[in-house]
């Protein structure tokens, strides 16, 4: 069993920055991959970006591509999202999750979810 804590969410202007953490227990994260979910108001969850347990193979939907950036520390067991040049349409609840693989970034393939953190992007 992997407990999955997120944190770092909050109120940001367009163009702004945040950075997401999501701090697991209970396992290593070191053989799973990780993945950050986001879901915007009347919107179905969408996987946004996944990391393979290699560290090297990472997947972005294009919607975030160039602006956001996963990553993780398998020594401190946590996971992060850098999220910059935040638009209003990134306006979401964000979720991280771990899994056995990234795939296609289906909600299925991920085992383990956090509570969520509100992310909402306004002036």
């Known amino acids: 069993q992997v407990q999955l804590v997120e944190s770092g969410g909050g109120l940001v202007q367009p163009g702004g920055s945040l950075r997401l953490s999501c701090a697991a227990s209970?396992?290593?994260?070191?053989?799973?991959?990780i993945g950050w979910f986001r879901q915007a108001p009347e919107k179905e969850r969408e996987g946004i970006s996944c990391m393979a347990s290699d560290e090297i193979t990472t997947r972005y939907v294009e919607s975030v591509k160039g602006r956001f950036t996963i990553s993780r520390d398998n020594v401190k067991n946590i996971m992060y999202l850098q999220m910059n040049n935040l638009k209003p349409e990134d306006t979401a609840v964000y979720y991280c999750a771990v899994g056995l693989r990234c795939g296609l970034m289906y909600e299925s393939q991920f085992d383990y979810w956090g509570q969520g953190t509100q992310v909402t992007v306004s002036s």
């Open positions: 209970g396992e290593t994260l070191d053989y799973y991959a």
